[in-house]
Nanobody, 121 residues
Framework: QVQLVESGGGLVQAGGSLRLSCAAS????????MGWHRQGLGKQRELVAF???????DYADSVKGRFTISRDNAKNTVYLQMNDLLPEDTAVYYC???????????????WGQGTQVTISS
């Protein structure tokens, strides 16, 4: 059973930075395509970024140029570096394992518990 544990959330002012981490256990991490989703209060969950097992990345338009997803297979960890944060980035951020086919990342049933990110204006 694969488990994902996120960390690194917090409260920062607009324009600040945070780095989220997601540690995986119970599987062969290097085989996983990994993603970060977020869900703001009263909003639908949305895909923020993903990284394939081969290192290909893609981002939601709203975060391009500000967020960077990366992975360290030796540490079984995926990261989300978030810069130039905006109040609208406020959300619970979840990491997840997904499938990748035809240029599309789709999350599977394995999710972390989430970490709260709050950006003050």
């Amino acid at each position: 059973q694969v488990q994902l544990v996120e960390s690194g959330g917090g409260l920062v002012q607009a324009g600040g930075s945070l780095r989220l981490s997601c540690a995986a256990s119970g599987g062969i991490f290097s085989n996983f395509h990994m993603g970060w989703h977020r869900q703001g209060l009263g909003k639908q969950r949305e895909l923020v970024a993903f990284i394939t097992r081969g290192g290909m990345t893609d981002y939601a338009d709203s975060v391009k140029g500000r967020f960077t997803i990366s992975r360290d297979n030796a540490k079984n960890t995926v990261y989300l570096q978030m810069n130039d944060l905006l109040p609208e980035d406020t959300a619970v951020y979840y990491c997840n394992i997904g499938s990748y086919y035809g240029g599309t990342f789709r999350p599977t049933g394995t999710w972390g518990q989430g970490t709260q990110v709050t950006i003050s204006s």
